[in-house]
């Protein structure tokens, strides 16, 4: 999927399909942000998205780029 299509999904809450198959769903954010540094003890990695469960800004385990995007719905 391209960035550009993603990053209008961002901080609304989605369900994505990785390629390969795994659904995530949660709020979307990118692991350069404010949110994610603090939660990630001061980590980012620019072009890379993670998703937030239940509108929280828990710890997040499953980052990916926009190219590892199959599908995305929003909920």
């Known amino acids: ?39 990630n003890g001061g980590y980012s990695q620019k072009r890379w998205y993670s998703l937030f469960p239940e509108n929280t800004y828990d710890n997040c385990s499953v980052m990916f780029r926009s190219s590892h995007v199959k599908k995305i719905e929003l909920i």
């Open 1 to 39: 999927m391209q960035r550009e299509k993603l990053e209008t999904y961002l901080g609304k809450n989605i369900k994505v399909t990785l390629f390969d198959d795994k659904k995530l769903i949660g709020k979307l954010t990118r692991c350069d942000s404010k949110e994610w540094k603090n939660a």
